[in-house]
């Protein structure tokens, strides 16, 4: 029996037309245009993934276990896939009953029908309330305790986890080379610290934290007496021994703690911080408790302070980032267009000043993570294990597509807690 031909047969109807790619099945028989991104179908396990999770998921769960495969340039031929869905008007198209009763059909005679398999091992296990603090523990811990090694392996020398910020406008040159990446994020960094307007000697309050990149900065570029605070257990530690090696303990303190725990806590005790940021953490807090994230802002700064918000955004029926993400990234992430977050900002009582879209920054950013990952892809595989590297491979790739496509943005908010409450 020739497989590809049997698949590609019962698939002309949900793709509009002949593939977008060239299939080779398990059997090596072939189908497709030539010249078209190569697609492998390494086991008919990637068949019954896609059965029974139909569109992302399925086809994530069967890459990154290697069932599925694609030859050559992961992110040209995503690409390509988006390039002929949008082409063909696919975008957001489900099979029906019909579609999938003949899919079914089919993967009985090609021998993948079966009960549904296991999830992968790198695929998130989350229980308990959505958003409850234990709950929001296990998600960080799930996507940042992979090691500061990991993450050093990708990320820039400063561990900055956020979008960097190009001076040469991204649209003149497009792609990220040696080094660029480095300069963008102190750049970023200064960028933030100037937008807050830091001076010597004020309070800063940087809130989910990181890996210490903005904190440290802040005070060794401005003179600010620093608080992060972080979930990551792991991000502490890295943080803290950075600060011991520079001698910045006097003035820079991480914490592991919530959000939810600053307001009405110690360290609001002397009257709230002269500046606060939160770099990319906002998407986490979900929808129910973004008013209460933006009151905590509010609360953490004393009259007249400066705060920034550096936060996703996102139209469309996935606000979590999609299946894949939502399954083996980030479950519980939440994002929305840019105009909701800032009516939500200013219901919790602060006053906007500026937004400045960063969108074509986040495509030379990832375009930076995926250079380095690939140039340490050994090594990454030796820390984590080719499930999990190929996880983080098609986050990358499909990340950088989805904001150079438009389908997501990422803004710096600038706001003010007013001097006189209103």
């Known amino acids: 029996m020739n497989v590809a031909h049997e698949l590609e047969r019962a698939l002309r109807p949900v793709v509009g037309g002949d ?6 099945a398990w059997d090596g028989s072939t189908a497709g245009p030539v010249d078209a991104p190569r697609v492998v179908l390494t086991s008919p396990r990637a068949l019954r993934r896609m059965l029974w999770n139909p569109g992302e998921l399925g086809a994530a769960q069967a890459y990154v276990t290697e069932d599925l495969d694609v030859n050559g340039d992961l992110v040209a031929a995503l690409d390509h896939v988006w390039d002929v869905a949008r082409r063909r008007g696919l975008g957001g198209v489900r ?4 579609t999938l009763a003949r899919a079914v059909a089919v993967a009985a005679r090609v021998g993948a029908l079966g009960p549904r398999l296991p999830n992968p091992s790198s695929q998130a296990h989350i229980r308990g309330r959505r958003h409850s603090r ?4 296990k998600v960080i811990s799930h996507h940042y305790d992979l090691t500061h090694e990991f993450y050093g392996l ?21 792609q990220a080379v040696d080094g660029e990446l480095e300069d963008a994020q102190r750049d970023k960094l200064d960028l933030v610290c100037r937008k807050v307007g830091l001076e010597p000697g004020m309070r800063f309050l940087d809130i989910g934290c990181g890996w210490g990149a903005l904190s440290l900065h802040a005070a060794t570029e401005y003179g600010a007496r620093v608080v992060g605070v972080t979930l990551s257990r792991e991000q502490k530690q890295y943080a803290d021994a950075r600060i011991a090696a520079l001698g910045l303990d006097s003035i820079v303190e991480i914490r592991v703690q919530d959000y939810r725990e600053i307001s009405g806590g110690d360290l609001l005790a002397d009257g709230g911080f002269d500046a606060v940021a939160s770099l990319e953490m906002g998407e986490h807090v979900g929808e129910k408790n973004y008013p ?16 920034l918000i550096q936060q996703m955004c996102r139209t469309g029926r996935h606000r979590g980032g999609g299946p894949f993400i939502e399954a083996f990234i980030a479950p519980d992430m939440t994002m929305r267009p840019t105009e909701e977050t800032v009516d939500l900002l200013t219901d919790g009582g602060l006053e906007p000043v500026d937004v400045e879209p960063m969108r074509e920054h986040y495509v030379r950013t990832v375009d930076g993570w995926l250079a380095n990952f ?27 597509a989805s904001f150079a496509q438009g389908r997501m943005g990422v803004d710096q908010i600038l706001l003010r807690r007013p001097e006189v409450a209103s």
């Open 134 to 137: 234990r709950r929001d523990r």
């Open 95 to 98: 099979p029906g009953p019909v």
């Open 154 to 174: 990708i990320l820039d020398s400063r561990m900055a986890y956020s979008s960097a910020y190009f001076t040469i406008h991204p649209e003149v040159s497009p």
């Open 292 to 307: 209460r994230y933006a009151r905590t802002l509010f609360d953490a700064a004393r009259p007249g302070a400066r705060v």
């Open 374 to 400: 690939e140039r340490n892809y050994d090594r990454i595989v030796d820390l984590v294990g080719v499930e999990t590297a190929r996880v983080w491979r098609l986050y990358l790739v499909g990340g950088r």
């Open 19 to 24: 593939l977008p790619v060239h299939l080779t």
